[in-house]
Nanobody, 116 residues
Framework: QVQLVESGGGLVQPGGSLRLSCEASGFALSNYGMSWYRQAPGKERELVASISYLGRTTNYTDSVKGRFTISRDNVKKMVYLQMISLKPEDTAVYYC?????????WGQGTQVTVSS
């Protein structure tokens, strides 16, 4: 069955960096654009970054442009989110999913906490 497993989160100081990973299984990753989302406490889940199915096109929400980089490895069936210059407002649970009308079942996410 479809599984999305996010990892790489943690506690980091403002200005720090993290690299999130998303391991995809149960579907042909190379057939789908993929995205990273995040959900902060008390807020709705928001789209953070997207990448086309071959990785040639990326898009970012304005608040992370220049700081976050989405990438993918279709052979390894992995999607990544490199985050630098982290800010307290980046604190959230981060999820990945495919770009489709009905998302695949959500994984457990990975917690990112930016605090001094």
């Amino acid at each position: 069955q479809v599984q999305l497993v996010e990892s790489g989160g943690g506690l980091v100081q403002p200005g720090g960096s993290l690299r999130l990973s998303c391991e995809a299984s149960g579907f042909a990753l190379s057939n789908y654009g993929m995205s990273w989302y995040r959900q902060a406490p008390g807020k709705e889940r928001e789209l953070v970054a997207s990448i086309s199915y071959l990785g040639r096109t990326t898009n970012y929400t304005d608040s992370v442009k220049g700081r976050f980089t989405i990438s993918r490895d279709n052979v390894k069936k992995m999607v990544y989110l490199q985050m630098i210059s982290l800010k307290p407002e980046d604190t959230a649970v981060y999820y990945c999913n495919a770009n489709r009308v009905l998302p695949f079942p959500w994984g457990q996410g990975t917690q990112v906490t930016v605090s001094s």
